[in-house]
Each structure stands twice: as structure tokens, then as C-alpha cells.
């Protein structure tokens, strides 16, 4: 049962005690995929499964070398566990630094502490923003505005009173108060709902919609064609009663485990996962956490770039600059109010600034009326003297309406690039912020206090970089449009600022987006509109915030980015977190995205040619009844020289080509023709030579004609032909030469090549293939089925 601590908290010895029972938030949370994820999804995978199925039948009936497939199927899966392991312990690293905190009171002393130090009865403090570390129970609430969307789908917030219940994975959206911790650790609703919580949806990425409905149309149709395969083996060796005889069936099987490795691309998913993992890696190391890796795709298509202006354009860090004083109000008066706003526990961070520069012994505060988006100011209501006074602070437009000497003067501020709000007396007393009416008569101006912000040195460079990549940057800011303004002139973003509070509706929202790139007093429902306006109209939109009224917008946007300085909610629900607060890094982001996608459309050709030429192949030789042209063995020596390893160079060499949409279509487009082209080959190679030569000869001549169009294939994709790819190219030949001549790769591979007419010929069907394929890569090229790297 939860204790009600007094108004200091727990106490020190308190809090020890409660950790030295178990009963602290200590529970951990993954970070990341888990150790049994990774190996699960690397090993027991349909082609592996069907691979493996093959290299028994072959240990079991067959010639073991003919097996030799399934180590590219063992060294795939360790690759792949190894580099995501290494991910793994990178990415769980980098998420310590971006971990969230809890704000609690002890001993009488608001502090920050990890998630796991809270204790059960531990006094929480709520601001807006902070995100419940465990359930509790409201004890004292000052407006408290709570946010449970994460927890049920609910977009509006829910109004929580004192003793009202609060579970963890909700968040402040405004308001203040105070919660006693009323579960923790195994008992807490975070212990059992985090994992649903933080699945909030999975990021949309192209290339894992492309590679899975890849994927699955070669499913679709593998069961069929191994049964097709099978009923031509059987009548290929005779018929079901002479496939007994003289070990014909081994033959059968060796024959239909060669069609079957021919069809699949057991090392696509591999390249796909590693290219997204080394560039996770290569992020966390730049200090930028990627929360799931498809992100990292995401960006590289993201063609509007929305920006908060605070903490993300500016450094975040707020400095006092001056108090105005204002005719009629004293500016002691005024101070000791400022005094009274900095002094509440719950302040943000704003009014916390106050804190340091006014200060006053023996306030005696009344009500407060917390700040809120929608409100735009906060309020307190103090009693001097026996005499009870409210003051309200915010923004100018807001409370200076009815007084337009001041209000300009505010503006002038504002002009310079400060951050300028307005401190008004209410001699009626303090209104509730939702029933304020700005022009009434009882509000006095009193003084205007102004901030100085810093314009990051990196983000003139960064908006250049994005403007000459063609994507549109969009500041959206809640300060004042004019300060907005001077922020965005000095950022070289010129053209005009509209004021978003003066926009009625979403008509009136869209129609400001189509010619405008800033934006100040935007509410966070407008953000997220905005946000949601431009997707409709087709734009891919990365959002990028620290604080809790970009929540919102960071959720719905495509791609989210936090600020590691960002409130616990909007890290929450981001997909990328900038850990040293550098806006700098997102073209490093960008860079990677694009190099993801180019070299994974590549690759993803290269292995799918591979898989159309052994479905043609397959299917060819068991209705013409031919033995299959190929070992099993020697379509692994192609496929490791001529596509593993080369492929597994490109997917992770630079590549800046600006994302085309059309994945999918195109790489089927580009790798059925060439797929054929490449089966067209072996046939035209494989019909004189099966006839008049012994059945290892002809395979070892098609072999060779099928690694000189495979190579090929690599050869116009990898353009342009740097030094090293080129070497990279030759070293292949040389290896599979090297194969040919040697005495034990050619015995194992039964490269049975001799220097004749045999040779010649499939040299030239090879040669004629190779020029196929080039007519074609320059045709698909034209008509923008494939691209060359940049």
C-alpha cells in the first residue's frame, strides 16, 4: 500500500530502504532487439530452412562437396549475428545517453534522477513534458493536463485531479503538480505495457515493403516449381521405376538441389539488414541514435524538412537579457511577481531563468494558473500585505492586445531576435486561463522581459546543404512570428512570416504552406496539421523538435527527430535522437539514407537476375527433360564470386544519388530481362555442349558461360568503374581462373575445362551474353530503370 509522503518527499534513508526491498523501478527495458531476436531472425528463416533441407538430402545421398552452398548459408547467418550484436552494443550505448529521467522531490529537494531510482511513495514532480516513470496517484494538481495517447489512441488529453490515477508511458502535456508513486518495477503498468507502448508503428520503409513482397512472391511460387523440378528429374532418369537403377536417384537429387540453390537469394535480406546496421553503427558513432533502423532510409526520401525553431536552430540555452519597466506598475512589484513565477517547483524552463536573476523571501502564493500552449501564459496570484494581487506572463500578442504602445515596443524586442514576454497585473484578481478575455480593462501592463537565444554556428551551413539537396525546410515555432522572422533573415531563409495564430482553419493553414517557410505562434495541433497537410499532398516530412509541443508533429511526421536535450514524450516517440543536440549531423543521416537505398536497389538486382536465371533454368531442364546444368557446387562458386562478394562490397561503398521512388518496380523491371538474358545464355551454351560432351564437361564450359554474364551484371551495375572496382572485378576472375587451374578447386568445383573448341564456344556464348546484358543495362538506363552511383 503507497504512503502519502509530506511536501519534502521520501528522505534519503527512506529512498535506500525501499531500493534495499525491491521495491525501486528497476526493471530493465530493452533497448534494442534482444540476443534471441537476432539469432532467431538470422537462422530460422524460410530459405535457410529450405537450404538447409537441401544440404541433408546431399550429406545424406549425395556427394558432401556438392554441400559446399550451405557454408555461404552458415557464413550469412554469422555475418549477419555478429554485425548485429555489434549494432546491438553500439546502439544499447548510445540509448543510456538519450535514457530519460524522472524529476522527484526528497528531502525537500527537487532533482533529476534515472528511471530505475524511483521508488515506490517517491514524490514525483510534474511539468509538462515529463513522461510517467511508474503508475501514481495525483496529489496535488495545478491545472495537470495529461496525455495518454501512447497508452490508448486517445489524442485528447485528459484533465487529472488530486487523487486522480496516472499509469506510466503517459506524459504531461501542461499543468503541474505532484504524484506519489503508487507501483513500481513488476507491478508497474510500465513493467507490463513498454514494448506495446514504444511500438507505437513501425516507420514506412520502402525498401522493406520492396524486399518483402519480394520475398514473398518467391514463396509464392517455390513450392510449386520444386514440385515441377521434381516430377522432371524423375522423368529426366527414366521414370519412376528406372530412377532406381544404377543410383540414378542421386543423381536426381544432387540435379534437384541444384535447381532449388539456383532459385534462391539466400543473401539479400543479409545485405539488406547489414547496410541498414553498419550505417546504424556508423550514426551511434556521430552521435546520433538511430531508435529503429529503417529510419535510417527514411530521410534519404524526405523531401520537407520541418524545424522547431528553439533547441533545434538555436542552441536551446535561454539567457536573461533585460527587464523594460512599463509606466504604472512599480518595478519592484514587478520583480517580486517575476520572483513568484520562478519560484514554483513545477516552472518550465523558461520561468526556472527567472529563478536565477529575481528572488524574494516569504512569497506567499495563492494559485497558479500553469502555462499552456493554447493559452499562451501563466499565471500567479500573490498576497502582499495582506492585499491579493494576480499577475499573468506571456506572450505579448496575447495580453498586450488592448495596449498597442506596449505591444509595439514588444515587437521591437522581438525584432532583434530576443525572445520577449509580457508581464500584465490583473487588479480583479487571476482569471482562469481558458475565460481570459485579453482587452479587458483590469489588466495593466507592467514590464516586458526579454531573452537572448543563440543561433547554432552549424545551421546557416546545414540549411544551405538541405536547400541544395531540393529538400524544403519549414520552421514552425510557438514564439513570436517577429522574432521568428529576424531568426529565419539571419538563417538566410528570407520571405515571409506568417503569424499561425491568425489562422482559422486547416483551409487557411494549407493555403499559407503552399508559399511560406516560417511560421510563428503555431499551437502544437497546428504543427501536427501542417505535418499531416503535407504528406496529403504527397511529401515525405521529417519533423525535428525538443520540446513537448512537437510532440505532436514528431509522432505523425514520417520521420521524427528529437534533440537529446528533448522532454522525455517526444524522444518517446521519435525515430531518430540527436544526442549531442547537433543539427549538423542530419546530412551525415541524409548521406547514409541515400546510400542504403541506392546500394541495397542494386544489390537487390544483382541477387534477383540470379534467382529469375535459376527459376528459367529450373524449370527449362525438367520440361525438356535435360540434367540439370549445373552442381550444385559449382552454381555456389558463381554465386559467391560473381554476386556474394561483390555484392557485399557495394552495398557499403558511398553512393550520394538522390532517392527516386519506384523500388520495387523498378528492380523487377531491370532483374527479370536480365535474369533471362542470363538463362538465355547457359541454354544457348548447354544444347551443342550436353550432346557431344560428357556430362562434366558441358557443365564446366556452361559454368564458365554463366560467370561471364554473372560478373557482367556486377560490372554495369557497380558504374562507374572507380580503381578499386575495377580491381575488385578482376580479382573475381582471377579467383574463378585461379578455380579452373588449379588442381584441388579444380578437382573439388569438377571444372573438368580443357584449352578446345568446347572452351571457345562458351567463351563466346559467355561474351554474347555480356553484350546483352550491356544493351540492355543501357536501355534500362535511358528509361530510368536503373541509376549509376554518384
Known amino acids: ?125 510534474l ?171 527514411v530521410l534519404a526520401r524526405v523531401d520537407v524538412l520541418c524545424l522547431d525553431k528553439t533547441g533545434t536552430l538555436t542552441t536551446g540555452e535561454l539567457t536573461f537579457d533585460r527587464i523594460v519597466e512599463l509606466p504604472g506598475v512599480p518595478l519592484e512589484s514587478s520583480e517580486l511577481a517575476l520572483a513568484a513565477f520562478g519560484a514554483d517547483d513545477a516552472a518550465n524552463a523558461t520561468a526556472r531563468i527567472l529563478s536565477e536573476h529575481f528572488r524574494a523571501e516569504g512569497i506567499q502564493v495563492e494559485r497558479r494558473v500553469p502555462f499552456s500552449s493554447s493559452a499562451r501564459f501563466s499565471g500567479v496570484s500573490l498576497v502582499v500585505d495582506g492585499v491579493t494581487t494576480g499577475w499573468l ?67 546557416p551551413a546545414t540549411l544551405r546543404y538541405f536547400a541544395e539537396q531540393g529538400v524544403r525546410v519549414v520552421i514552425m515555432s510557438g514564439d513570436s512570428p517577429v522574432t521568428v522572422s529576424a531568426v529565419a533573415d539571419s538563417l538566410g531563409l528570407g520571405g515571409r512570416t506568417a503569424d499561425a495564430a491568425a489562422l482559422a482553419d486547416e483551409t487557411a493553414l494549407q493555403e499559407a504552406l503552399g508559399d511560406t517557410n516560417a511560421f510563428g505562434r503555431v499551437a502544437p495541433e497546428q504543427k501536427r496539421s501542417a505535418v499531416e497537410i503535407m504528406q496529403r499532398l504527397g511529401h515525405t516530412v521529417a519533423m525535428t523538435g525538443d520540446g513537448i509541443n512537437d510532440a505532436l508533429a514528431i509522432k505523425s511526421a514520417d520521420l521524427g527527430i528529437a534533440m537529446g536535450t528533448a522532454s522525455a514524450a517526444t524522444k518517446a516517440v521519435s525515430r531518430l535522437v540527436l544526442l549531442d543536440d547537433r543539427f549538423d549531423r542530419l546530412p551525415d543521416v541524409l548521406a547514409l539514407g541515400r546510400r542504403v537505398i541506392a546500394n541495397v536497389e542494386r544489390v537487390a538486382n544483382i541477387f534477383l537476375a540470379k534467382t529469375v536465371y535459376g527459376i528459367v533454368l529450373a524449370l527449362v531442364s525438367a520440361i525438356v527433360l535435360w540434367r540439370f546444368p549445373f552442381l550444385p557446387r559449382q552454381l555456389t562458386l558463381v554465386s559467391t564470386l560473381a554476386i556474394g562478394i561483390p555484392s557485399f562490397v557495394l552495398a557499403l561503398t558511398p553512393n550520394r544519388r538522390i532517392y527516386q521512388p519506384g523500388v520495387l518496380r523498378r528492380v523487377l523491371l531491370y532483374s527479370i530481362p536480365t535474369g533471362f538474358i542470363a538463362a538465355a545464355t547457359c541454354i544457348i551454351a548447354y544444347i551443342p555442349l550436353h550432346s557431344t560432351l560428357a556430362p562434366d564437361a558441358a557443365r564446366s564450359a556452361t559454368t564458365l558461360a554463366l560467370f561471364c554474364v554473372s560478373l557482367w551484371i556486377v560490372c554495369v551495375l557497380a558504374r562507374p568503374l572507380s580503381l578499386a572496382r575495377i580491381a575488385l572485378l578482376a580479382a573475381m576472375a582471377i579467383a574463378f581462373l585461379l578455380v579452373c587451374v588449379l588442381p584441388f578447386t579444380r578437382a573439388f568445383f569438377e571444372m573438368t575445362v580443357f584449352v578446345d573448341a568446347a572452351l571457345g564456344y562458351a567463351l563466346v556464348v559467355g561474351i554474347a551474353g555480356s553484350l546483352g546484358i550491356e544493351f540492355f543495362y543501357r536501355f534500362a538506363r535511358r528509361h530510368g530503370l536503373v541509376f549509376d552511383r554518384v
Open 1 to 125: 500500500m503507497a504512503q502519502t509522503p509530506g511536501r519534502d518527499g521520501l528522505t534519503s534513508a527512506q529512498v535506500a530502504e525501499r531500493h534495499a526491498s525491491g521495491r525501486g523501478n528497476d526493471v530493465a527495458q530493452p533497448t534494442s532487439r534482444t540476443v534471441a531476436d537476432i539469432l532467431r531472425e538470422n537462422v530460422f528463416t524460410l530459405f535457410n530452412g529450405i537450404l538447409t533441407a537441401c544440404f541433408i538430402a546431399i550429406a545424406l545421398l549425395g556427394d558432401l562437396r556438392d554441400g559446399f552452398f550451405f557454408g555461404v548459408v552458415v557464413v550469412n547467418a554469422l555475418i549477419g549475428i555478429v554485425q548485429e550484436l555489434r549494432a546491438k552494443i553500439v546502439l544499447d550505448k548510445a540509448a543510456l545517453l538519450a535514457a530519460p529521467e524522472a524529476t522527484v522531490k526528497r528531502d525537500g529537494v527537487v532533482t533529476s534522477v534515472p528511471l530505475a531510482s524511483v521508488v515506490l511513495d517517491d514524490l514525483l514532480v
Open 127 to 297: 511539468r509538462p513534458g515529463d513522461q510517467l516513470p511508474a503508475d501514481a496517484r495525483i496529489v496535488e494538481s495545478v491545472g495537470l493536463s495529461i496525455d495518454e495517447s501512447l497508452l490508448t489512441g486517445e489524442s485528447e488529453p485528459v484533465v487529472k485531479d488530486v487523487d486522480a490515477q496516472v499509469l506510466s508511458g503517459s506524459h504531461v502535456l501542461a499543468g503541474t503538480g505532484y504524484a506519489v508513486v503508487t507501483a513500481v518495477g513488476a507491478d508497474s503498468y510500465a513493467h507490463r505495457l513498454t514494448a506495446q507502448i514504444r511500438r507505437h508503428s513501425l516507420v514506412h520503409s520502402e525498401l522493406r515493403h520492396a524486399t518483402n513482397r519480394i520475398l514473398v512472391y518467391i514463396s509464392w511460387i517455390l513450392g510449386p516449381l520444386i514440385l515441377i523440378t521434381l516430377v522432371g528429374r524423375i522423368f529426366t532418369y527414366g521414370g519412376w521405376h528406372e530412377l532406381w537403377l544404377q543410383d540414378r536417384w542421386r543423381h536426381a537429387v544432387v540435379d534437384v538441389v541444384a535447381s532449388v540453390v539456383g532459385m534462391i537469394p539466400e543473401g539479400l535480406v543479409l545485405l539488406i539488414s547489414l547496410a541498414f546496421g553498419v550505417a546504424a553503427v556508423q550514426l551511434a558513432r556521430r552521435k546520433v541514435l538511430v531508435q529503429e533502423l529503417a529510419a535510417v532510409e
Open 393 to 459: 506572463l506571456g506572450a505579448p500578442e496575447r495580453l498586450l492586445e488592448a495596449h498597442p504602445a506596449e505591444l509595439a515596443q514588444a515587437t521591437s524586442l522581438a525584432a532583434l531576435g530576443h525572445r520577449t514576454l509580457a508581464l500584465v497585473r490583473c487588479a480583479d484578481g487571476l482569471p482562469d486561463s481558458t475565460l481570459l478575455q485579453p482587452e479587458a480593462p483590469s489588466l495593466t501592463p507592467a514590464a516586458l522581459i526579454a531573452f537572448r537565444e543563440t543561433v547554432r554556428a552549424e545551421a
